[in-house]
């Protein structure tokens, strides 16, 4: 203390004498004398700060990396335009470096409609797998913006340059039991960012018409099965569930007021290649070739949905979207606009444990089980889905049952791993 002394003593003349009387910089700066010792551990100091600000790695978070225009490249207006070219629909997909966007964007891509993708490449599971993705996506000449839903001058450039007929909007924060880690990534991207985009499509001239992913989770705590469209919605048993049903209501909202065309779809668990590592068939997989211990939930059961089954959902609820309604201003509707919710399911829900029967026959390898009372994270033990309203409004039909429908993963899973570790 008694060292520091002297280097504050060289400080006295810049403090003010009394509270709001600061002296002028250039009497403060004539009376500095610059002490050596002070000068060298400054540096050193102002050296180290700008070490750890360069240095450090961006903040790896779950909520994604915010891409604001001016972080995009310089090309990414023409890209956009291009990959937007085509014969049919054009339609914005958002999520499409998830699961079931990549499928969506490259079956759209396949028929001759313009696509253009958005994602965030958030780190919820391996973004290595969504980087895949989008290569697969980019040698079909789908272009995917790396940016949020929340990034408003981001959504209104990019409704400036393309008019999409579609959005098809799948982007968001999935997982049921990962809200309890991180419940504001769901807000995030379920709540704020739905909000965020719908009011870029009001405002857009022409306003399009939306797709977008609810899920079967809304059906919480109901225990009438199967799980119709008329069935209670108002007891979800997680935060993921309370996102996507607020998202419904948000949707009457914004179909009400402003006349934008909103079809919602209830996925059933949705599985397949390019699927998602967070699921169970997914790590039961990886688990099950390397000899770990898998959890099975007693009672359990899913309508696990083949992904082909609900791309087709997806285009069909596309095909057969209305008009939105809106004034180009984003004022108020001409007119009422369409507004539907669906269930893509399979309608044959299968235990848990048969899953994992079929996986050992397909890896042929016996898997390590320990079967377990299900815990209160939010999961619900039983889902089945009635699906004879799309069925009969939009012609959706699943045809692909869980021995096929895994058998066509495993190949997959079998070979991106494979050549992974050949580049590695
Ligand atoms: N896969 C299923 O079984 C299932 C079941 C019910 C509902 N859903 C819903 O279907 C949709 C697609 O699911 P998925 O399985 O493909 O999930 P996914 O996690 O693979 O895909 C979602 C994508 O959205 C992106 N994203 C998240 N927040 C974003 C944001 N704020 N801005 C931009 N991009 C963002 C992510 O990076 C990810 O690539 C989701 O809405 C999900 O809730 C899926």
């Not at 400080?11 to 009497?27: E, H, M």
Request: net charge positive; aromatic share 10%; glycine share 8%.
């Amino acid at each position: 203390m008694s060292q520091l002394k002297p280097i504050l003593s060289h400080l006295d003349p810049i403090i003010p004498s009394s509270t709001g009387k600061f002296k002028s910089a250039p009497y403060a700066f004539h009376r500095v004398r610059f002490h050596p010792r002070l000068t060298l551990w400054s540096f050193l100091l102002l050296f180290f700060v700008l070490l750890l600000f360069f240095c450090s790695p961006p903040a790896a978070s779950p909520a994604g990396k915010r891409r604001s225009l001016h972080t995009l490249s310089p090309n990414w207006e023409i890209k956009a335009r291009n990959s937007a070219k085509g014969g049919g629909l054009t339609v914005l997909v958002t999520g499409a470096a998830g699961f079931v966007g990549t499928h969506v964007a490259m079956a759209l891509k396949k028929r001759g409609d313009g696509v253009v993708g958005l994602d965030n490449f958030n780190s919820y599971y391996e973004t290595g797998l969504k980087k895949a993705r989008k290569s697969l996506l980019e040698r079909q000449g789908v272009f995917i913006i790396e940016g949020d839903i929340n990034d408003g001058s981001l959504l209104a450039k990019l409704f400036e340059i393309v008019h999409f007929s579609h959005v098809m909007h799948l982007a968001a924060q999935a997982g049921v039991r990962y809200a309890m880690q991180n419940p504001n990534s769901y807000i995030h991207s379920n709540i704020k960012g739905f909000v965020s985009l719908l009011e870029a499509c009001k405002n857009a001239n022409p306003q399009p018409s939306i797709v977008w992913a609810s899920s079967s989770s809304v059906y919480g705590l109901n225990s009438k099965v199967p799980f119709s469209e008329k069935d209670r919605t108002d007891q979800p048993a997680s935060l993921y569930a309370a996102t996507k049903k607020a998202g419904e209501e948000i949707a009457h909202t914004y179909n009400h007021i402003y006349g934008l065309s909103i079809t919602g779809l209830r996925f059933f668990t949705v599985y397949g290649p390019w699927g998602r590592p967070d699921m169970a068939y997914y790590f039961f997989t990886k688990d099950i070739l390397r000899g770990k211990e898998i959890k099975i939930f007693q009672g359990a059961a899913r309508d696990f949905t083949y992904i082909d089954d609900v791309v087709k959902g997806c285009l069909a609820a596309l095909d057969t979207a209305k008009k939105s309604t809106g004034s180009s201003s984003g004022g108020a509707k001409r007119g009422a606009a369409q507004l539907r919710i669906y269930n893509l399911g399979n309608t044959s829900p299968v235990p848990v444990g048969k899953l994992v029967s079929i996986l050992e026959k397909l890896l042929e390898v016996k898997a390590r089980k320990k079967v377990l009372q299900m815990p209160r994270n939010g999961d619900v033990l039983f889902t089945h889905a009635n699906v004879s309203l799309a069925r009969k409004e939009i012609g959706y039909n699943p045809t692909v049952d869980l021995e096929t429908g895994l058998a066509r993963f495993v190949k997959w899973y079998v070979s991106y791993y494979a050549s992974k570790k050949k580049t590695v």
